[in-house]
């Protein structure tokens, strides 16, 4: 067996374990799992039931008679809760109702008559895994827990698929691993009594977006709050980002309504036309039990920073690295004054906007009113006239659209309208990335097209519930960084309860061309002041992501003198040193190197570490 170092470890708020069925030969596989630091949740046998790390407060369990249950996170139920579901529980699949029911974020645990389901978050910020160990199926948090146990070494075509950018669905929740299965977030994992099959049950389905805004606002105002309590019920001091816009201040003003103390954080950007640190100080202005703390923005770290450094063990790659140093720098400084736990905006982008794809139903459905809408989107995002209408006319399927993008992975980035009104950005490859990896993400998305079914029929809650994903799996990295950093972070906004109460509101009424979020300007009316609901846009950070390409070009080049993916065939390292020497080159726009970066300080992770330990490598 192959060891994970300290970096798979976590501080308070990064729980992560295996579970086991209840028999001798799990038993036995559990051995592989256990470390020092590991704790241990034994079934009734005694013999191990949760193998993993977690703090006490992040646990509720019960049991009652052939039944038990385990909540691991955030989840604002105590133990006598647990124990009366558990005593009621007669089939497993009875417990989709309740847990839909649950405020916060967290995985649920339940055994009944030796099965055991196993399920992570609708959001996909929480995540399930499963592997055949021996014979024996395990499940776990963590792909590389699994891979770590079986030796695997990471697998070369998944590597390639990777360096798409973006990753499209289903593509994009795949394992790294041979071996190594991953349930889509939707879907449960039950795994037999006799511990040696599996099989998936759907447990979530979004809601249908029908709902008037009217009617939905003060639903998503209780949800949002509901999340918010849930981290700050406890009291203490917490900390919350403060940045200007409507996400994060709406979270400030709910945690200040809370036991808990409050320090809000400002970051201020760099560009002079940023307005970010004036509204965050007409937000603190209204807050005056909450401590502001103003960050120097000359401080900030760039995008970019640090790269070469980080050490943390991620069970996959994530474009989460360019902006870590820059999300980790000021947790510190907030733990010095006291905070339990960091709470973002992050998500709100997300859940309160939606896609515009969802007018090409919408000009079917209601052609006069979608005629108007998009005269106003043409406007604010200059879609040509044509663009549009070709726009409009797609109506491939999903798998064929798929298909499609396989034959033109080098092409040119399509217009944004095509994207905006379609299933979605095509995925693209680089100049630097080699043939042979070309094909092997060709063919893999080939392959993923032949019986690929989009997240929804309505490309438009399609677009919205993979990008919803696409967050989770960033800030689910990010969660584990702050974690080990000593400060665990949590995003209220991308709980379950949150994004269905918003995802039920009717997509004309979430997104349009002529209002500013209005969804949550009017779930935050009367919590927020009318003065910073009345902002209506946000800041870019355009300008520290060139200053960090030009600043840290030595780093990147140094990032590529010994590629590891280019001792693997994947990437070309000549052309990209070649491009590092060229920090200002329009080919670096638009973030193209992110997924190659992500892969690479991927891989420089996974070797051995410093304390001499040695996770599995290609």
Excluded at 193 to 208: H, I, K, L, Q, Y
Excluded at 213 to 237: I, K, M, N, W
Excluded at 302 to 319: A, C, F, N, R, S
Aim: glycine share 8%; charged share 25%.
């Amino acid at each position: 067996m192959t060891e994970l170092h300290d970096s798979a470890g976590t501080g308070h708020g990064g729980a992560h374990f295996a579970v086991f069925t209840d028999r001798a030969d799990a038993a036995a596989a559990a051995r592989s799992f256990r470390r020092p630091g590991t704790r241990v949740l034994a079934h009734a046998s005694g013999r191990p039931w949760l193998v993993g790390r977690w703090d006490d407060d992040e646990l509720v369990t019960a049991r009652a008679g052939s039944a038990a249950l385990a909540l691991v996170g955030t989840c604002p139920v105590d133990a006598a809760e647990v124990h009366r579901v558990a005593g009621r529980l007669r089939d497993l699949a009875d417990l989709d109702a309740w847990v839909r029911s649950l405020p916060g974020s967290f995985h649920l645990v339940a055994a009944l008559d030796g099965r055991t389901r196993v399920q992570g978050t609708a959001s996909g910020l929480r995540l399930t895994y499963h592997a055949d160990l021996d014979g024996v199926t395990v499940a776990a948090t963590r792909a590389d827990w699994l891979a770590a146990a079986l030796g695997r070494a990471p697998d070369r075509a998944q590597l390639a698929v990777r360096l798409l950018w973006p990753v499209p669905h289903p593509l994009s929740e795949a394992s790294l691993w041979e071996g190594v299965h991953a349930v889509p977030p939707d879907e449960a994992l039950v795994v037999a009594a006799d511990g040696r099959g599996a099989r998936r049950s759907r447990w979530w389905t979004p809601p249908e977006p029908v709902q008037a805004l009217a009617d939905g606002a003060p639903l998503v105002r209780q949800a949002l709050a509901d999340a918010v309590d849930a981290r700050t019920r406890g009291g203490g001091v917490v900390s919350c980002d403060l940045s200007g816009g409507l996400d994060s201040t709406s979270v400030c003003f709910l945690a200040d309504r809370s036991p808990a103390r409050v320090v809000a954080s400002t970051w201020p950007g760099r560009d002079p036309a940023d307005t970010d640190l004036e509204w965050a100080r007409r937000a603190a202005r209204a807050l005056p039990d909450v401590e502001h703390v103003v960050w120097d923005a000359d401080a900030s770290p760039l995008v970019y920073t640090g790269l070469l450094g980080i050490d943390d063990l991620l069970d996959e790659p994530t474009i989460g690295v360019m902006d870590r140093s820059r999300v980790l720098h000021h947790l510190p400084g907030m733990a010095r004054r006291g905070s339990r736990l960091h709470l973002t905006g992050i998500g709100g982008d997300h859940v309160a906007w939606c896609s515009e794809a969802y007018y090409h139903r919408l000009a079917r459905r209601r052609p006069l009113f979608a005629l108007r809408q998009l005269r106003g989107f043409r406007a604010l995002w200059q879609w040509p006239l044509g663009g549009t209408l070709r726009a409009l006319a797609d109506s491939r399927p999903y798998g064929r659209w798929l298909r499609d993008c396989a034959v033109d992975l080098r092409g040119a980035r399509p217009a944004t309208v095509t994207t905006s009104l379609g299933w979605g950005m095509p995925p693209r490859l680089f100049d630097w990335v080699t043939p042979d990896a070309a094909e092997l993400a060709g063919r893999a998305l080939r392959d993923a097209a032949a019986g690929a079914r989009p997240l929804h029929p309505d490309r438009g809650l399609h677009t919205d519930l993979e990008q919803i994903r696409g967050c989770t799996r960033v800030i689910r990295q990010w969660d584990h960084m702050a974690a080990r950093a000593g400060l665990p972070m949590a995003s209220p906004f991308l709980d379950d309860r949150v994004i269905e109460a918003c995802l039920a509101v009717r997509p004309a009424e979430r997104v349009s061309p002529w209002r500013y979020k209005p969804l949550l300007t009017a779930a935050m009316r009367g919590i927020v002041p009318e003065e910073c609901l009345r902002r209506t846009n946000k800041a870019a950070a355009s300008m520290d992501a060139a200053d960090g390409l030009r600043e840290h070009r030595a780093d990147l080049m140094a990032l590529w003198e010994d590629s590891r993916l280019e001792r693997l065939g994947l990437v070309d390292g000549a052309a990209l040193r070649r491009l590092a020497q060229r920090p200002s080159t329009p080919e670096l726009r638009d973030a193209v190197l992110y997924s190659t970066i992500a892969a690479e300080v991927w891989l420089r992770g996974l070797e051995p570490a410093r304390d001499g330990t040695a996770p599995a490598r290609p």
